[in-house]
């Protein structure tokens, strides 16, 4: 295993709460719209509305609500995700040279996130139930307007509080309400994700080895930090419209509390389907995929920073880039080998999928 390989897990858990503090907001409406629980957001302009909504019956404070389990969740899952693939990756480089490929980046995404999701499902328990009771104040109003008094129900005022309150009236299984509704989100869109990131880089890499003169001296291509977010954003965004079904039917389980109207994930998808057909399945879809493209764009971009930047990088060696059909090799020692310069080797045009190492091959 690579020396370098702890630092994905600090780097990972580091960019992870990065994304999670920027794009709670979106977060916040996005459960909101899945869930129900805001009036008005039901009509054809749902995003605007569903703004609208929170902020004046919350305010700014209202698009926070639930912050820290969500930094807490993503802090955690963001270390086994981008850790678990480099750790993956170095041992198929060693034991399974033959193995490396999109699907073995799909296989170590996924896993590292299911290893997350054992502190990450709790969280986002907490998370979204604190998320769509919104502000004291606004809940009160709510309680009013239902006819039920506030003291008759609880309000989430902490993490600590909503867990011990969890746990006191639905056990440890209200705290992993959903658990395997997430894991069938979460397990195709984490190996969705990076499998696309590594493809879409690698896209990249080809073009730039088309487009250089034939006998030309460069070193080999550099990702800037803007492509880096595109391609970041990009698949995160595709892997999140995928994967709303199973996000939808996540939040109404996860959601419902003590009452129950979804006996679990299947009936929850069969009566989704009866009673609000296809469009059901997709609602919250839009702001799912906005909160998904610049928070995967941005913490792909952080983790590659922090991996330029205090990774230990070789120096280069330069060489000649070969024709057009050729491309130069790579090593996959380690998560720096990206940056090494080109050889000048012969390789056929199709090892291009294979000549970079994976990416800390990577977000959730």
């Not at 440890?172 to 990076?194: E, K």
């Not at 070969?322 to 090494?340: A, G, H, V």
């Amino acid at each position: 295993m690579s020396t370098d390989v702890w630092k994905e897990y600090v780097w990972g858990a580091m960019a992870g709460v990065f994304g999670e503090t920027v794009m709670h907001p979106i977060d916040t409406l996005k459960t909101r719209i899945q869930s129900g629980s805001s009036a008005g957001i039901r009509n054809h302009n749902v995003i605007r509305e569903g703004f609208k909504g929170i902020l004046v019956r919350d305010g700014a404070r209202g698009f926070y609500r639930g912050v820290i389990p969500g930094m807490t969740g993503s802090f955690v899952t963001g270390a086994t995700y981008f850790g678990f693939i480099e750790t993956s990756k170095d041992w198929l480089n060693v034991h399974h040279p033959s193995l490396t490929g999109p699907w073995a980046h799909f296989l170590a995404g996924a896993t590292g996130d299911t290893i997350g999701s054992v502190v990450y499902v709790p969280c986002e328990v907490i998370k979204q139930r604190m998320q769509i009771q919104g502000t004291k104040k606004s809940w009160q109003s709510a309680m009013t307007q239902l006819n039920r008094a506030p003291g008759g129900s609880y309000y989430y005022s902490g993490v600590l509080s909503a867990a011990k309150h969890i746990l006191r009236n639905e056990g440890v299984q209200g705290l992993y309400a959903g658990y395997f509704s997430t894991l069938a989100r979460d397990v195709p869109f984490a190996g969705f994700q990076i499998m696309f990131y590594e493809a879409f880089r690698k896209g990249v890499e080809w073009k730039h080895v088309r487009l250089s003169r034939p006998g030309s001296v460069q070193t080999k291509y550099e990702f800037g930090s803007h492509e880096e977010l595109f391609l970041g954003g990009a698949a995160g965004g595709l892997s999140a419209f995928l994967t709303t079904p199973m996000d939808v039917i996540k939040t109404r389980v996860q959601v419902q509390g003590t009452n129950v109207r979804y006996k679990g994930w299947l009936d929850a998808l069969q009566t989704i389907w009866k009673e609000e057909g296809v469009s059901g399945l997709f609602k919250g879809a839009v702001p799912r995929i906005m909160w998904f493209v610049p928070a995967a764009g941005l913490t792909f971009m952080s983790v590659e920073f922090l991996r330029k930047s205090f990774n230990e990088v070789p120096e280069p060696d330069f060489g000649v880039v070969p024709s057009p059909t050729k491309l130069p090799t790579r090593s996959s020692n380690s998560t720096s080998s990206r940056r090494e310069s080109a050889s000048a080797s012969n390789v056929d045009l199709a090892s291009l999928t294979s000549s970079r190492p994976p990416l800390g091959e990577q977000v959730r």
